[in-house]
């Protein structure tokens, strides 16, 4: 395969404007053959990947602004500290209850010697991110346990000041929920809570919560809005939940169990985060899953954004990368019973044992489950033989159900052709493979898919991103060279979307103080968030992915980097628009025409939305978070033509409308 070698030097080069602005008056004629259609495009084609890695779940779009809220971390007071104001006395205990909650066990006995200021701080995920005028709910399980006392609850900002607050007043020696609210004076994205107890006695604490009331439709103990708006804002076709190697977990003791979610957030059992020891260089020692978002919020935030669900469960192997845990083949039993109730959960009758539940929770509809993920990332003949049972069950049970499996963490060598060939021949309907790869190889692959047998298993490009230094370096970046790579190959994945029905962008979110993976999608602080020039280009691809492809060709070849340029071009039938995808990979600009034939007419003004950097190093931060980001324009035809300067590395769609 010819190489498009996009170097580093070249990049330097750039950085010199003159030498960039370059335009090679040579005009490029692109021909689209709007009347051929070639593939349909599948609604699901562009989605999301979410696993809770980077903060992306606790600490981040789960909008619980306490850490370690039931006391369950390892180490118990992990994110608490005791406070004694004005000289005030007390103690601390904690208790566990054992068996008797086994989903909970541990609660706080805290003894006041004063009148008042005894208590606890909580400094939240790293800060608490509060803003001015905002409402702020607080609750807690508490139950008195000798002397009558209230709460005294505080917010505080980062210099320690009071910038709201509230009380509660415990009246029962058995566990009862108390809430407050309070509005925040101040906006600051590293306050902290204090919880006091107020006269002299003891009460014991658990669950100790405080939400904005500001989160995604308002609903109570949600989600961050900021952070699902940029989800909604992609219009994704589906959503993978809940990742990613946390699904396996490290052993198979903290494996994801779907039903283990649901409910009162109190009875689900909080376990450690997989990424909280994952990385020696990123340790993440206070990173553990709280389970507040569970598979009914996950079902619920891909109904909210329009996303088609795709769960992805553990088909009795612990990751392969950690302890390669197996569940010998005669215990499979309950995790493939797992596996089909969860398809009544989701799309069961309110009469069933699981749709019942499902209408408990407050969806009485079906969720439209049409996909399951069985396994993650797993290999070798262990996967195959515990995948064939699974497959064996949901068939028999749920024919319509389509199966994602995996063919390993590579996109070759000897684990992907073991699994790639097996799942072949046993028919599989949806394979899902990763490639976290140099930008070069995302040019070098476009033709990836161009001989892919079109009667075997569609591919679901599962787990994707340009690595700028090396595959998980710390010191990868979100550069606009990687992000132009990525749309330069998303060309060979829409030209062959009658192969390739989906494709995710991973890992999705990161918390730019508690991360442990980049490159990612989508970074936030406590208080806002900002895309990457990788979230503009799947934004754009998923906005513009049309219904049909059609050719687009240079010179009657398909663009597949031909000086630098790759392209694909799609109708969409909803608007009647013919849509072209160009990418100039190169320091040149180019003068470029693009024939479009076929339709009887076409309207004479079109847009181009474009994203462009001169520098390939580009990137978007939380200062500017929209440095590189798409910008559009009106464009006049000549005739049946587009005629337009595509800049030096520029990612263009045209949008064009016909008339019939
Ligand atoms: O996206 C980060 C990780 O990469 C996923 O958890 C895993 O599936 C892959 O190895």
Not at 15 to 28: G, I, M, P, R, V
Not at 411 to 416: A, E, H, I, N, V
């Amino acid at each position: 395969m010819k190489k498009i070698i996009l170097t580093i030097a070249a990049a330097g080069l750039c950085l010199s404007a003159a030498y960039c602005q370059t335009t090679d008056k040579n005009e490029k004629v692109f021909v689209v053959a709007a009347n051929q259609i070639k593939a349909h495009v599948q609604p699901t084609m562009y989605g999301i990947f979410f696993e809770d890695i980077n903060m992306a779940g606790d600490g981040g779009v789960y909008a619980e602004l306490v850490k370690n809220r039931s006391f369950e971390f390892k180490m118990p007071l992990m994110g608490w500290k005791e406070i004694k104001q004005d000289g005030a006395d007390g103690s601390i205990l904690i208790l566990n209850r054992g068996k008797a909650d086994d989903d909970n066990p541990r609660f706080i006995h805290v003894t006041s010697k004063s009148p008042k200021g005894y208590g606890l701080n909580n400094e939240g995920f790293h800060g608490m991110g509060v803003k001015k005028d905002n409402k702020y709910n607080f609750s807690v399980l508490a139950k008195l346990s000798g002397g009558a006392t209230s709460l005294q609850i505080e917010l505080l900002n980062s210099k320690g000041d009071v910038i709201g607050g509230t009380s509660v007043t415990p009246s029962s020696k058995e566990w009862k929920k108390y809430s407050a609210s309070f509005i925040s004076s101040e906006t600051d994205p590293k306050a902290s809570l204090n919880v006091l107890v107020k006269g002299k006695g003891a009460v014991d604490l658990d669950m100790v919560s405080l939400f904005p009331q500001d989160t995604w439709k308002q609903r109570p103990g949600g989600l961050r809005a900021d952070l699902v708006q940029k989800l909604a804002d992609m219009k994704p076709g589906f959503l993978r939940f809940p990742g990613g190697c946390i699904v396996e977990g490290r052993e198979l003791d903290t494996r994801y169990q779907w039903k283990k979610t649901l409910g009162d957030v109190a009875t689900r059992r909080m376990i450690v985060n997989r990424w909280n020891t994952e990385f020696a260089h990123r340790p993440s020692p206070d990173y553990y899953q709280s389970f507040g978002l569970g598979f009914m919020e996950y079902f619920q935030l891909a109904e909210d954004i329009g996303a088609s669900p795709l769960p992805i469960i553990n088909c009795g192997m612990a990751c392969q990368f950690n302890t390669c845990e197996l569940v010998p083949i005669d215990q499979l039993g309950p995790y493939v019973q797992d596996a089909l109730d969860l398809v009544e959960f989701a799309n069961g009758a309110v009469t069933t044992t699981w749709g019942k539940k499902r209408a408990q929770l407050g969806h009485p509809a079906p969720f439209n489950l049409k996909m399951m993920g069985v396994g993650n990332e797993q290999w070798g003949p262990q996967y195959i033989e515990r995948w064939k049972i699974f497959e064996k069950a949901l068939k028999k049970k749920y024919p319509y159900i389509k199966l994602v499996s995996s063919v390993g963490p590579d996109p070759d060598g000897d684990k992907f052709e073991y699994l790639n060939k097996t799942f072949r021949e046993l028919h599989a309907d949806i394979l899902d493979e990763h490639y976290y790869r140099s930008p070069q190889w995302f040019l070098d692959n476009v033709k990836r898919y161009d001989n892919y047998d079109r009667k075997g298993p569609k591919i679901f490009a599962g787990e994707y991103a340009a690595q700028s230094v090396a595959t998980v370096s710390p010191d990868n970046k979100n550069n606009w060279k990687c992000a132009m790579s990525e749309a330069a190959f998303l060309t060979g994945l829409e030209r062959n979307a009658d192969v390739v029905n989906m494709a995710s962008y991973a890992p999705l979110f990161a918390h730019v103080e508690a991360w442990q993976w980049t490159p990612d999608l989508i970074w936030f602080d406590n208080l806002t968030s900002y895309g990457t020039p990788n979230y503009y280009v799947q934004q754009l691809y998923s906005l513009n992915k049309g219904t049909d492809v059609v050719p687009v060709t240079l010179d009657n070849q398909t663009v597949t980097g031909q000086d630098g340029f790759f392209a694909s071009a799609v109708l969409d039938t909803k608007t009647n628009d013919v849509v072209i995808k160009i990418i100039n990979t190169s320091m040149k600009g180019h003068d470029a025409s693009f024939v479009i034939n076929g339709p009887k007419g076409l309207k004479p003004e079109g847009t181009v939305t474009s994203l462009q950097s001169n520098d390939l190093d580009a990137v978007n931060s939380i200062g500017e978070p929209k440095a590189l980001s798409p910008q559009s324009r009106q464009i006049v035809l000549t005739g049946n033509a587009v005629k337009l300067l595509l800049r030096p590395y520029s990612f263009n769609v045209i949008r064009v409308k016909m008339v019939n």
